[in-house]
């Protein structure tokens, strides 16, 4: 495997993500550091032209099945913490597609309560908890766990029961007044872990001072997502939703409304509510689950 990362970015990407995938799993160590240094060439080009578009739009998938738990403990026994995390940030910097940024941030969190650094990894986890896809909620809040139990719940004995609770409760359809099935469970855990905004700032403000489209306001509702401003990012969601022509544009942009939705309530009970109540109605928003 060439480590020429000029040469390696000519071929096919998925291609090449094979067989780093398959030399981080190879027993001869020589091999296993030739793939990360070519991941670490990979990961510092400048793959983008003049006008900040993708050369390789592939990129980010590639770099998602690098990804990949057996990659990343790979990696990790490789000493490769801070390469999990370039890896990571390139993935969710670069796409409107919650998809590759879901497993990207995932790997983030494993490889943050790995290497012990447990406030990092509660607010990475609310972070994978706020962006996932919707049927990865159950595991998001499995992480979020972990990290309390490892942090905060090392002083609070409570901390880890509440926040089960209120997930539990959070997985209930609300009211009909739109209150939640309960109430009486304390102040919301997730809503109390603090997630720093600023590595996105700069991104959501040129994306929203360009052209308003549907693939331009999705990347910034995922931004805004990750910067753990679930509110702001339903707004934006449903400017992109209006924009939609296609039907797989409308049915991610519904389910994209709900992530922001989870996001905002710190559980998937509003969430659920909405998807529901779209199945009730006719018209081109059916099925999106």
């Given amino acids: 495997m060439s480590d020429d990362p000029k040469v390696r970015a000519q071929g096919d990407k998925p291609i090449l993500a094979d067989r780093i995938v398959a030399d981080l799993a190879n027993p001869d160590p020589t091999v296993r550091q030739g793939a990360v ?92 908890y706020n962006y996932c896809t919707l049927e990865h909620s159950q595991a998001a809040a499995g992480l979020v766990a972990e990290a309390l139990a490892n942090g905060p719940g090392k002083t609070d004995s409570t901390i880890l029961r509440r926040f089960r609770q209120q997930q539990t409760e959070g997985a209930k359809i609300p009211g009909a007044d739109g209150s939640p099935a309960s109430s009486d469970l304390g102040d919301n855990v997730l809503k109390s872990i603090v997630v720093d905004p600023k590595p996105y700032q700069d991104a959501i403000a040129r994306l929203a001072a360009g052209r308003q489209a549907y693939e331009t306001l999705t990347h910034r509702g995922n931004l805004l997502l990750l910067s753990d401003k679930g509110a702001e990012a339903k707004t934006v969601f449903e400017s992109a939703l209006d924009l939609a022509t296609t039907q797989k544009e409308i049915t991610d942009g519904v389910a994209n409304i709900a992530r922001a939705i989870r996001a905002r309530d710190g559980n998937i009970a509003a969430a659920n509510a909405y998807l529901m109540s779209l199945r009730g109605q006719d018209g081109g928003n059916q099925g999106t689950k």
């Fill in 37 to 128: 240094d070519v991941l670490k060439k990979l990961v510092a080009m400048d793959l983008r032209d003049p006008a900040g578009k993708p050369v390789v739009r592939n990129r980010s998938e590639s770099f998602c099945r690098c990804l990949g738990k057996e990659s990343v403990k790979s990696l990790l026994a490789l000493g490769q913490g801070e390469l999990i995390k370039n890896l990571a940030a390139a993935v969710l910097a670069e796409g409107p597609s919650p998809a590759p940024g879901d497993r990207a941030q995932a790997a983030l969190v494993e490889m943050l309560l790995d290497t012990q650094k447990f406030e990092e990894a509660l607010a990475a986890a609310k972070t994978y």
